[in-house]
């Protein structure tokens, strides 16, 4: 009897199911709260950063500190970054007493908001709402860093490390892969989480480029925006819409004014809208065939052809790119396009 009133009890008891606690900590899907539980998928993390006893490691979600222990072995300090404050007061709690309390220092917020300290390498497993904008938010960070490890939504991560031609090749691809070298570590199954996820996740490595690329981060972006419209389409096809021309055509009249009366130059290395590069919201190519009807109206169509939409059509033709497709073109052979266009005095920011 008394085992039987025991085991009812427990099964009404505020924790089931038992895979939403750590700790005594609940774990909200609703906020990403995914805390990995295999200690030997935590070992292949901390291993494959490649972690100097001399590292500062920058954590993004720390939650309850698996992860967390791990780097504070193999590194010199860790910067944990958490917006519960459930989370921080047990990671304290956890750690408080230890040779490792005076190694970790835990800030409580917004990872996007919050102003990143200096940092030699970055391990994390986000909330994957946040993937894009902290990717990109990563890339721009100053002073540079030596790598980001991170957990990613496997999809996502396939889009980071996709090649030209790859079906998930994207903006998101061409610009992470412009500002950094990204590679494909593991796959993570989604039962490696309390509570599992509804999708299967990734690690990736990536390594902003030293030194970055020479080329306006405004105007590369506006660039990359346009060319992926529909990725499937071909450039030509892009640059005759009413709507591109028409802010091309914009730019240019008021560059061609400015220079009139000034110096302007272009080729900076402009502070950059990290929230544009790391939207992906205005790609609308995923899925979408060549001879889909576009919502934008093409220019003029048989009517008159105006100068400007020529002068468009005519750097297109001089690199042979009118017929290609954003979806096949390389890191290399976008710059090309973009000098391409600048030289003839046609901007994209």
């Known amino acids: 009897m008394a085992g039987g009133k025991m085991k009812k009890d427990k099964q009404k008891g505020p924790r089931a199911p038992s895979n939403h606690y750590q ?11 995914h805390i990995l539980k295999n200690p030997l998928l935590v070992d292949a993390i901390v291993q494959k950063a490649g972690i100097k006893p001399t590292d500062t490691i920058l954590e993004i979600g720390p939650g309850t500190g698996n992860l967390t ?5 193999a590194g010199k300090m860790v910067i944990a970054v958490e917006l519960d404050p459930r989370m921080v007061l047990e990671l304290q709690r956890r750690f408080q007493g230890t ?17 990143l300290p200096y940092f030699d390498i970055c391990v994390a497993n986000i909330p994957y709402q946040i993937s894009s904008p902290l990717t990109f938010k990563l890339l721009f960070h100053q002073p540079g860093f030596r790598c980001a490890i991170i957990m990613f939504q ?5 889009r980071l490390v996709a090649q030209p031609g790859d079906n998930l090749y994207c ?16 796959k993570v199954g989604k039962n490696n989480f309390r509570p599992p996820p509804k999708v299967d996740s990734s690690v990736v490595r990536i390594e902003p480029r030293k030194p970055r690329p020479e080329v306006n981060h405004k105007e590369w972006d506006g660039f990359i925006r346009i060319c992926f419209i529909r990725k499937n389409k071909t450039l030509g096809s892009i640059f005759k819409q009413k709507n591109v021309l028409s802010l091309l055509e914009k730019n ?25 590069l790391g939207d992906e919201s205005m790609e609308m190519d995923d899925g979408m065939d060549d001879d889909m009807d576009m919502e934008c109206d093409e220019a003029e169509g048989e009517g008159e052809v105006s100068e400007f939409k020529n002068k468009v059509i005519s750097v297109l033709k001089e690199g042979k790119f009118e017929e290609q497709r954003a979806s096949k073109l390389s890191q290399e052979s976008f710059l090309t396009l973009l000098s391409m266009f600048n030289k003839a005095g046609i901007h994209f920011s």
């Open 99 to 115: 040779p490792f309390s005076n190694r970790l220092k835990v800030i409580q917020g917004d990872v996007l908001k919050t102003d």
């Open 252 to 276: 240019y009249k008021t560059l061609q004014a400015l220079q009139g009366s000034q110096n302007v130059s272009l080729s900076g290395n402009d502070d950059m809208e990290i929230s544009r």
């Open 69 to 73: 222990k791990k780097l504070l072995e």
């Open 23 to 33: 700790g005594g900590v609940t774990f909200h899907k609703s906020k990403g709260q």
């Open 171 to 186: 903006r998101l691809s061409v610009n992470t892969q412009f500002y950094a070298r990204v590679s494909h570590l593991l």
């Open 154 to 158: 496997r999809e996502f991560a396939m």
